[in-house]
């Protein structure tokens, strides 16, 4: 199973929104609802974001949504803050064969 | 609190073996699917196996495949990862994590524990 393509890096400045993109296939994104997205800071463990294309967990702020266009998903970062600089990581499950499949992640900078 | 700790990382030569343990807490385990995952310095994050919450089904990723084992013990909430027949590339920092749900969300990750190989 290929890794998920993403930018390796995204800006942009305080109050801004950035979109960040994350390319499967038909055999992954494109065939299930299964897409989730993970943020992790320098030195810490990740952190789910978005499950399920666009649902949040208790405690994500609503400035992060996503969603899923064919066989890519995206998530994006509304009213950037300063603490949302971290790298971001999309992830599918494939259930069939009980695997995951990651994006080489992408570094957001806020400006 | 919902919490995993993982413990049992090392510096070990190429060959050499090693177990990660992943203790659970403030949840009830044997309900959950659980996975490892590593992240090599400087890298992305990389699935390495998977065992389900019905005890019937592991996976492994390709490249552990044969090499490594995963394991639970539901009376010591608790995940296991024996990895042999170590290589440089598997220096990596890991994880393990709940699953949830159908669709395989990670929602609790546990901070990590370093394995180093490297004669």
């Known amino acids: 199973q290929s890794a998920l393509t993403q930018p390796p890096s995204a800006s942009g400045s305080p109050g801004q929104s950035v979109t960040i993109s994350c390319a499967g296939t038909s055999s992954d994104i494109g065939d299930y609802s299964y897409v989730s997205w993970y943020q992790q800071h320098p030195g810490k463990a990740p952190k789910l974001m978005i499950y399920e294309l666009s649902k949040r967990p208790s405690g994500v702020p609503d400035r992060f949504s996503g969603s899923k266009s064919g066989n890519a998903a995206s998530l994006t970062v509304s009213g950037l803050q300063d603490e949302d600089e971290a790298e971001y990581y999309c992830s599918t499950y494939i259930p069939f064969t009980n695997s995951w499949v990651f994006g080489a992640g992408t570094k957001l900078t806020v400006l | 609190e919902v919490q995993l700790v993982e413990s049992g990382g090392d510096l070990v030569q190429p060959g050499g073996s090693l177990r990660l343990s992943c203790a659970a807490s403030?949840?009830?385990?044997?309900?959950?699917?659980m996975i490892w995952v590593r992240q090599a310095p400087g890298k992305g994050l990389e699935w390495v196996s998977y065992?389900?919450?019905?005890?019937?089904?592991?996976s492994y990723a390709d490249s552990v495949e044969g090499r490594f084992t995963i394991s639970r013990d539901n009376a010591q909430n608790s995940l296991y990862l024996q990895m042999n027949s170590l290589r440089v590339e598997d220096t990596a920092v890991y994880y393990c994590?709940?699953?949830?749900?159908?669709?395989?969300?990670?929602?609790?990750w546990g901070q990590g524990t370093l394995v180093t190989v490297s004669s």
């Open positions: 994590a709940r699953v949830r749900g159908s669709s395989g969300w990670l929602d609790v």
């Open positions: 403030g949840f009830t385990f044997r309900l959950y699917s």
């Open positions: 065992f389900s919450d019905n005890l019937f089904t592991r």
